[in-house]
């Protein structure tokens, strides 16, 4: 049985450093400070019996659990990032834990009235009676991906005290920056040495995701011409009002707030803005490969139309693709999903399949050659004062962990 003292007491350990990441910044990782925990993991796994534990010049960590099976088995691995989002602050994470939940309102801190409420966000009554890790209210939380690594190294450590679970070879990696969409850019698949993997980057529990956004992101860049106001008639212009036409220009309804399932959308998440010059940063998503296109098309046609409009280049516009729909690479080796879905029932949780509003470092990873489906970590409201876990949810990832490895093992045997 998976200690739930031992497993908060661990996701704790993790949330309070700081590992923000940085998309600004061109090294790898992207912030100094995500060594901080990157070399932790490192001691943490030799402590626990792993094999193999490594981390290179870019802070990827990878480690080995044996087999202990004599027929042979496939590899499989898990992954999950510790990395948290530039969008919401990660320093001095202060976790609140909340026991026996009662489903009503839960004060995250009184002098800001900040309040995580069941009437805003009712996945809360899903957990009545369980142990909530909360934020305080001024920071995010880092469940994301916080809690998969809790999950992973909790798994190994489980299965290295208990050898009567039979298991295959089963690889773990760690990874920085996947926040930023740069999480698998450096990740060496062929050191790693896996059939196929599993990320443990999902929401709620019994998620369990083959499907992800095509993403790319847009950084659209406005001029204009500053002179003073007093003389300002005929000769001004003003970036913000132009910048403001194009983010009026595109589909209202299309935003993050206004979309669900498979319905893609635009979404501006940063702006900076003088007279001189406004810099608008989006995030284009879709499932289908030609809407996707699509979206960039309207993007791309936008900034011609206005600068055709002012008969001079006011805006120019860098697209950036980030990553792909995992699917097409996922498909073809629907077993890997199958066993996932095996594992789940067995012990008693509801699979939740269903595509990704978002990526992973699976979606990557797919691609390069490492099939990667998602599996839920446990955590709600990722990227925000809001977020919060379920104890138990974690236990539960940890235990699927376990089950998957048992499966894959004697699925081979037959």
Request: glycine share 8%.
């Amino acid at each position: 049985m998976i200690s739930k003292k031992d497993i908060t007491k661990r996701f704790i350990s993790y949330v309070i450093v700081d590992t923000e990441s940085d998309p600004e910044s061109d090294t790898t990782p992207s912030t100094a400070k995500q060594w901080d925990l990157a070399n932790a993991l490192v001691e943490e796994l030799k402590a626990i019996g792993m094999s193999d534990v490594s981390i290179d010049d870019n802070a990827y960590i990878m480690a080995t659990l044996p087999s202990n099976v004599n027929h042979n088995v496939p590899t499989i691995g898990f992954v999950s990032h510790f990395d948290t989002t530039p969008d919401f602050t990660g320093a001095h994470v202060n976790p609140q834990i909340i026991e026996n939940y009662d489903g009503k309102d839960i004060v995250l801190n009184a002098a800001e009235n900040i309040i995580l409420s069941p009437d805003y966000f009712e996945d809360l009554l899903l957990y009545k009676g369980q142990t909530l890790i909360t934020t305080d209210g001024t920071t995010l939380l880092g469940a994301d991906d916080k809690a998969g690594i809790t999950e992973i190294i909790s798994a190994m450590e489980y299965l290295i005290n208990h050898p009567s679970i039979k298991h295959g070879t089963i690889k773990v990696g760690f990874t920085p920056d996947e926040e930023i969409g740069r999480g698998a850019h450096k990740f060496d698949v062929e050191k790693f040495g896996a059939d196929w993997a599993y990320t443990m980057d999902g929401s709620q529990i019994g998620e369990l995701e083959y499907e992800n956004f095509n993403a790319a992101g847009a950084k659209v860049t406005v001029k204009g011409k500053i002179v003073h106001p007093g003389y300002a008639k005929g000769k001004m212009v003003n970036s913000m009002y132009i910048a403001t036409e194009f983010i009026n220009s595109l589909p209202r309804m299309e935003t993050p707030e206004h979309t669900e399932g498979y319905q893609g959308f635009f979404h501006l998440h940063n702006m900076e803005g003088k007279v001189e010059e406004t810099v608008l940063h989006y995030i284009i998503r879709d499932h289908d490969m030609d809407h996707f296109k699509a979206r960039k098309e309207v993007i791309q046609k936008l900034t011609d139309t206005i600068n055709n409009q002012y008969q001079r280049e006011v805006i120019t516009i860098e697209i950036k693709d980030q990553y792909f729909n995992m699917k097409e690479k996922v498909v073809p080796v629907m077993h890997i999903v199958d066993i996932a879905e095996d594992a789940m029932k067995a012990l008693g949780i509801e699979p939740l399949i269903k595509p990704i509003r978002g990526g992973t470092d699976g979606s990557q990873l797919s691609f390069m050659g490492l099939p990667c489906p998602n599996i839920f970590a446990g955590g709600h409201n990722f990227h925000g004062r809001y977020e919060y876990v379920p104890v138990e949810s974690m236990i539960k990832a940890t235990e699927v962990i376990c089950k998957i490895a048992e499966l894959t093992a004697e699925k081979a045997k037959l």
